[in-house]
């Protein structure tokens, strides 16, 4: 009994103040749920049920191997009719999976050889414990190759794994779902091709991440950092420079018969003063356009400007705005100017206006007050002069000149809810007026929306007079796939444009509806409303109110993105008097494919708003870009007709637009239109130009001088010490016949410095890892190393085990040589070789690592330690092999008193 007690405390009592396991009683078998791995024991219940005392021989057994008794046999008395709590020690392995298992127990008696027979279920629980790590990653590579990285991922839990492994910045070699059982392990290679046009060294993290399908809550992920070694960089320079392009365009036009060509010459340049970008500046030189301007020319322009953080100046040609009710948008040439004082800003602007025959010239002045945060009040005064004052025009807002002060304010009112407004004073010799904006932006989780509204009297002398307008819209989440929106427009009718361009066709227009996304790639939407759009010019050519209903159907097929609407609605044609109705059908269908991109479009209409009570148009056309390479681009595009209220702009009819970068900072730009003319219904014009741009950086500071760098490799132990090629970014040196090198006129900034290792013999290795970063910044800088021959380590993983388990070769360890900062890893399965080979000579540190390695395996040493001469072969023995558990007799008795513990 001695030893059976001895055992138990040793085997039991030991392992559950470690692991905390409880004393099971099978009195609730529910509850006799252990880990893997641990020690615990059980308690039945025996009883005597014969007149006469009895010896028992005690026999356990487990329905698995992996949970074994620690005593298999033992021997009981227990005296008749006694019942007597019997503990039986478990040990179960790491190995043991998840589920139910049987302890047995048989007391045969040793006076009749009857039987008493006890079974428990006892209940194994999962382990998930998921081992991820980077067991060989290159330091170093050159743009261009390709990173090649594996991982070791392995279960230590003690049920199968489905894992899925994804990378976000890196290909998974192979299978990206895995499936590992317990103490299994995989080794994973992950790969990136770099970038072989890489301009500068940079640094990448690559990682992997291992998610268990069945816990996805809990993720595992590794990084492993490479440097990228440019080999194209980026040449720099000594000097600050200010990008500036010239080009010259030779413009041909045919309009309404017609014919009319020239040159044009433009000058622009943007670009900052510094080299830390406080200083900038902009500048434009573009001379008169030679044929009619529309909107495929570019207009003479000149202008210069420049900006701090506090200040701005602008000289020439500009479109200047001083508030939305005074001078919405007045191009012109003149000066602004603006200084920023933080919460205080003053500013104004003297303004010429080109395309604007009533305004001789206007003055502006303003100052701001930032009140908080995203709220700021603006106050300001505008005076214009009018090119002919006349008593005879009195009725008229500018008929003199007008002194025109306004307030703008901006308040952020919460989080959710931004107010703007304007109030604006006109008066003139005879007439005084005035004008107020209101404007709302609202945005919840929920609803969002804005709207803004603007009204000024018939005597308001500024950009608008006699008209008012509103524009809102409405966005409402009535769920997670169906949204509800409204939009109402109504334009202002009078207000003083350039008429350089031509004013938009008047509209109010209302429209509400509901957008239902019924696949992630699909939604359809239904619409219904009201527009009436009226000429603003004579003769009008429509006139009209439409009340309409639309369905808008988009759907993504593959690479297909597909649109169809359908429109029907009632017409209310007061051009011509008569009622009618009108439809609208299109389709649209675009994709990308080739480097191109493609898009197709036709429309069917038949409606009532125009000269015929029923009149059909059929629209089709296409637009294609392509970006044939880096340097070359081409697109085209083609449409048949365009609806009438469209007159006010020009339109293509037919584009091709080429470019070429013939060489760098020169290129070509090829076109031809044939378009209509803003303003025209029938007459076409032909427009043909051919541009040259030279794009060049002038020098307007130097930043920095030359520096060099040079060095000596010393000899050790080796012969060849000359002719060693050496690299450091586009730079290249030679060693003389000492190991000398010498780089010179270098920029100064950060380099990795390499060697050539086809110029070294084939044991020859440099003292210092390469390629190492250099910073180089002072005028002269040495650095040394040396060159030696490389050292190797090899040796066995010799296992001993007495029963020669085959499953035993299934496990494996992590052998580590570390040196500094350089680090390599293997995994080597038990009872096999290793070796590592072109070893810096120096002070080395081998480690061996479990890898999730049973606890019943001992590894005699898991650390060595020694210095690496040159040439030298290091032999080391790792030795593994199976813990055995030892017990020792104590001579003494022991009493041992239970208790019965309860979860």
């Known amino acids: 009994m001695i030893k059976k007690w001895i055992i138990f405390i040793i085997n039991i009592l030991f392992p559950v103040i470690i692991f905390s396991q409880e004393l099971i009683n099978n009195s609730n078998q529910k509850d006799n749920v252990l880990l893997p791995g641990t020690s615990t024991s059980i308690s039945l219940i025996l009883e005597n049920i014969t007149t006469e005392d009895n010896f028992y021989d005690i026999k356990i057994s487990s329905s698995t191997q992996n949970i074994s008794p620690i005593l298999k046999s033992d021997k009981l008395r227990i005296v008749s009719k006694e019942k007597k709590v019997y503990v039986v020690p478990l040990k179960i392995s790491t190995e043991t999976t998840e589920g139910k298992y049987k302890i047995k127990?048989?007391?045969?008696?040793?006076?009749?050889?009857?039987?008493?027979?006890?079974?428990?279920?006892?209940?194994?629980s999962e382990k998930r414990d998921i081992s991820l790590l980077v067991v060989e990653s290159p330091d170093y590579i050159k743009a261009g190759e390709k990173i090649s990285i594996n991982f070791l991922v392995k279960n230590l839990g003690n049920i199968d794994e489905h894992l899925s492994l994804e990378s976000k910045n890196a290909i998974i070699d192979k299978d990206t779902s895995i499936v590992l059982k317990p103490k299994e392990s995989r080794v994973i290679t992950i790969y990136k091709t770099t970038d072989s046009e890489l301009k500068q060294n940079e640094i990448q993290n690559i990682n992997l991440s291992v998610l268990s399908k069945d816990n996805p809550n809990k993720n595992t992920t590794v990084y492993s950092s490479?440097?990228?070694?440019?080999?194209?960089?980026?040449?720099?320079?000594?000097?600050?420079?200010?990008?500036?392009?010239?080009?010259?365009?030779?413009?041909?036009?045919?309009?309404?018969?017609?014919?009319?060509?020239?040159?044009?010459?433009?000058?622009?340049?943007?670009g900052s003063l510094d080299e830390k970008n406080k200083n900038r500046i902009e500048f434009r030189a573009l001379t008169a356009n030679p044929v009619e301007f529309n909107s495929f020319v570019q207009y003479e322009e000149y202008f210069l400007n420049y900006k701090n953080d506090h200040f701005f100046a602008h000289i020439g040609d500009k479109t200047y705005s001083a508030s939305y009710l005074t001078e919405y948008a007045r191009y012109g040439r003149g000066i602004e100017i603006q200084y920023n004082f933080k919460k205080f800003e003053i500013g104004g602007f003297y303004n010429r206006p080109r395309f604007f025959r009533d305004i001789k010239d206007e003055f502006n002045i303003y100052s701001s007050f930032k009140i908080r945060k995203n709220s700021e009040i603006k106050i300001g005064y505008l005076y214009k002069t009018p090119k002919i004052e006349d008593d005879n025009f009195s009725n008229i807002p500018l008929n003199s000149d007008a002194n025109i002060p306004y307030i703008t304010g901006k308040l952020k009112a919460s989080e959710n809810i931004t107010l703007l407004g304007e109030i604006a004073y006109s008066k003139t010799k005879e007439l005084v007026g005035n004008a107020y904006m209101l404007q709302g932006q609202a945005r919840f989780k929920k609803i969002d929306g804005s709207i803004i509204y603007m009204r000024s009297n018939p005597k308001f002398a500024g950009y608008f007079t006699n008209t008012n307008s509103v524009n809102g819209n409405l966005n409402y989440k009535i769920a997670e796939k169906i949204n509800f929106f409204a939009n109402y427009i109504k334009d202002a009718k009078n207000f003083e444009r350039d008429t350089l361009l031509l004013a938009a066709p008047y509209r109010d227009f209302f429209q509400y509806g509901i957008e239902y996304n019924y696949h992630s790639s699909g939604s359809i939407l239904f619409y219904n409303g009201f527009q009436k759009y009226q000429d603003r010019l004579e003769p009008k050519q429509f006139d009209y109110n439409e009340k309409y209903f639309k369905v808008s159907i988009n759907q993504q097929l593959g690479i297909f993105k597909i649109n169809i609407d359908a429109q029907i609605g009632q017409t209310d044609n007061y051009l011509t008097g008569f009622k009618g109705k009108s439809s609208f059908y299109t389709s649209t269908i675009t994709f990308d494919k080739f480097r191109t991109s493609f898009n197709l479009f036709a429309s069917y209409a038949n409606t009532s708003r125009y000269l015929l009570e029923s009149q059909k148009q059929f629209f089709y056309g296409a637009r294609v870009i392509s970006h044939l390479s880096d340097k070359t681009n081409f697109s085209l595009f083609?449409?048949?007709?365009?609806?009438?209220?469209?007159y006010y702009q020009s339109r293509n009819l037919f584009e091709i637009i080429f470019h070429q970068q013939l060489f760098p900072g020169h290129e070509v730009d090829l076109s031809g239109r044939y378009a209509l003319h803003r303003g025209q219904l029938g007459n076409k014009d032909y427009i043909f130009s051919l541009k040259y741009t030279m794009r060049i950086n002038i020098p307007i500071k130097k930043i920095a001088e030359y520096v060099t760098l040079s060095g000596n490799i010393n000899r050790q132990n080796i012969q060849k010490i000359d002719g060693i090629k050496l690299t450091l970014g586009n730079y290249i040196s030679i060693t003389d016949k000492n190991g000398n090198y010498t780089f010179k006129n270098i920029i100064p900034g950060d380099y990795f410095l390499e060697i050539d290792r086809s110029t070294l013999n084939i044991n020859d290795i440099t003292t210092i890892p390469l390629p190492i970063l250099l910073s180089l910044n002072s005028k002269d800088n040495i650095f040394n190393f040396g060159l030696t021959t490389a050292a190797t380590i090899y040796g066995d993983l010799e296992f001993f085990d007495k029963k020669n388990n085959s499953s035993d070769k299934k496990e494996s360890v992590i052998v580590e040589a570390s040196h500094n900062e350089e680090i390599f890893r293997k995994i080597v399965v038990l009872g096999e070789k290793f070796n590592f080979?072109?070893?810096?000579?120096?002070?080395?540190?081998?480690?061996?690592?479990?890898?999730?390695?049973?606890?019943?395996?001992k590894i005699a040493v898991d650390t060595f330690q020694f210095n690496l001469k040159p040439s030298e072969k290091k032999e080391i023995k790792i030795k593994i092999s199976k813990q055995q558990n030892e017990i020792k007799y104590q001579q003494e008795t022991i009493k041992i008193n239970y208790n019965t513990h309860k979860k």
């Open 105 to 124: 127990l048989e007391a045969i008696s040793q006076l009749d050889q009857s039987k008493i027979i006890k079974e428990t279920d006892i209940y194994i």
């Open 226 to 270: 490479v440097k990228i070694i440019s080999t194209k960089p980026e040449q720099k320079d000594i000097y600050h420079r200010l990008p500036i392009s010239a080009s010259i365009s030779q413009i041909t036009m045919e309009n309404m018969n017609r014919y009319s060509d020239g040159f044009q010459g433009e000058i622009y340049g943007r």
């Open 837 to 857: 080979t072109y070893l810096r000579p120096g002070d080395w540190k081998v480690t061996i690592y479990r890898n999730g390695l049973d606890k019943r395996y």
């Open 638 to 646: 083609y449409q048949n007709n365009y609806l009438p209220e469209e």
